[in-house]
């Protein structure tokens, strides 16, 4: 009992999705013979100019083929656009956004390789102020050593040094 309530109400969509998909075919080819915008109120159908035809787009083709109707007479959507103008507007978008992408991405690595530049200048700079530190200590305590070395009587050749 349970299963024929639950049964019931699928098997009743199925059916009017199957009858939604037929009465549109049909409604297509029904608008032979009218005008462009009384076809292409009806999205899943495709105007042909040149054979003021209606019929139901090719959908398992991407594009409609020249032997239903050639792409500069086929509209699809609006009437005052065929699907040439339509693929060359595309393409040409496409293209344009592309290469926006492309010397974004370029702008992006040159301005990255800027800022490690300019972070290796500052290491740089950095380095060089530690060495210049490095280097007055060094003296510093040499000078300090040889004042040691003075006070005690040390100053003095090294005697070591005869044998370098």
Request: charged letters at 20%; one cysteine or more.
């Amino acid at each position: 009992m349970r299963d024929s309530r639950i049964l019931l109400p699928v098997l009743l969509l199925i059916l009017l999705g199957l009858a939604e998909v037929f009465a549109e075919s049909q409604t297509c080819e029904s608008n032979n013979g009218t005008s462009c915008e009384e076809c292409l109120r009806n999205v899943s159908c495709l105007w042909c100019n040149t054979k003021k035809t209606c019929i139901m787009y090719p959908v398992k083709t991407i594009l409609p083929p020249h032997s239903v109707c050639p792409l500069d007479n086929a509209r699809w959507g609006l009437c005052w656009m065929n699907f040439q103008i339509l693929i060359i507007t595309l393409s040409v978008i496409g293209a344009v956004l592309i290469l926006a992408l492309i010397i974004c991405l370029f702008c992006c690595c040159k301005c990255e390789n800027f800022g490690s530049k300019r972070f290796e200048a500052k290491m740089a700079r950095q380095a060089n102020k530690l060495k210049s530190k490095q280097e007055e200590r060094r003296t510093e305590m040499k000078q300090r050593h040889d004042e040691i070395r003075a006070k005690y009587g040390l100053s003095g050749q090294n005697p070591y040094s005869k044998f370098a």
